[in-house]
């Protein structure tokens, strides 16, 4: 089975800098997808940015980039320019690339980050 | 990306009572996924519905507890049964496009307290 783990409870970063979540996990598989999250205090879980294990290039999105190290088995992800509105709770995830059973995301116990104006 | 609605966005409810969430999708998908989220916590996969099959439930998870319902490819349920205070927590709905790399999207979430 897989499993996630996320090292940081907590962060802060002031505002304007720049900060980096942490994320590894542990698989047996070769091919996966990875995810991170966001979860506000509305709830809602928004989906940040992914990444597909066969790419070696690292995905980005806007503010947003990820440092995916297969070989370790990390994939951290940073935020760029950090605003008032990334205040949340980030999850890191995990999901088999089979089907048949293996659609769930396995999900990190996640970080929560505050931004210091 | 899907638009997921949940009803309802809260309740609070008496030891004993059960209480059905409802998920509503704005496009056909085959896979849809209900989780929880108990406080503080992260999210667990109670089941997977898939239309047309019963559900397929998690390690820890009973269908006489958490019943599911997936009518068609759009809308599902779930009811948490005699419900206790340790059922006090967040339950969230998600869907996958199949288009998207399989990324899963969330509805807003359910949260429930048992008195």
């Known amino acids: 089975a897989q499993t996630v783990t996320q090292s940081q409870p907590e962060m802060s970063v002031q505002e304007a800098e720049t900060v980096t979540l942490s994320c590894t996990y542990d698989t047996s598989e070769s091919d996966y997808y990875l995810f991170w999250y966001k979860q506000p205090p509305s709830r809602q879980m928004i989906l940040v940015i992914r990444q597909e294990a066969y790419k070696q290039q690292n995905a980005t999105e806007n503010r947003f980039s990820v440092n995916f190290q297969k070989a370790a088995k990390s994939f951290s992800l940073k935020i760029s320019d950090s605003q008032l509105g990334d205040a949340a709770m980030y999850f890191c995830?995990?999901?088999?690339?089979?089907?048949?059973?293996?659609?769930?995301?396995?999900f990190g116990t996640g970080t929560r980050l505050t931004i210091i104006p | 990306s899907a638009v997921i609605s949940q009803k309802p966005s809260r309740d609070i409810c008496q030891r004993g009572t059960s209480l059905t969430i409802q998920c509503q999708v704005d496009?056909?998908?085959?896979?849809m996924f209900w989780y929880r989220q108990q406080p503080g916590q992260s999210l667990t996969l109670i089941a997977t519905a898939n239309q047309g099959s019963e559900a397929t439930y998690e390690s820890g998870f009973v269908i006489d507890k958490f019943p599911i319902s997936r009518p068609n490819l759009t809308f599902s349920t779930l009811t948490v049964s005699n419900m206790s205070p340790e059922d006090s927590s967040i339950y969230l709905c998600?869907?996958?496009?199949?288009?998207?790399?399989?990324?899963?999207?969330f509805g807003p979430g359910t949260r429930l307290t048992v008195t």
């Open positions: 496009s056909q998908v085959t896979m």
């Open positions: 998600s869907v996958e496009d199949p288009r998207l790399a399989r990324e899963q999207y």
């Open positions: 995830a995990y999901r088999s690339i089979s089907n048949f059973g293996n659609e769930k995301l396995t």
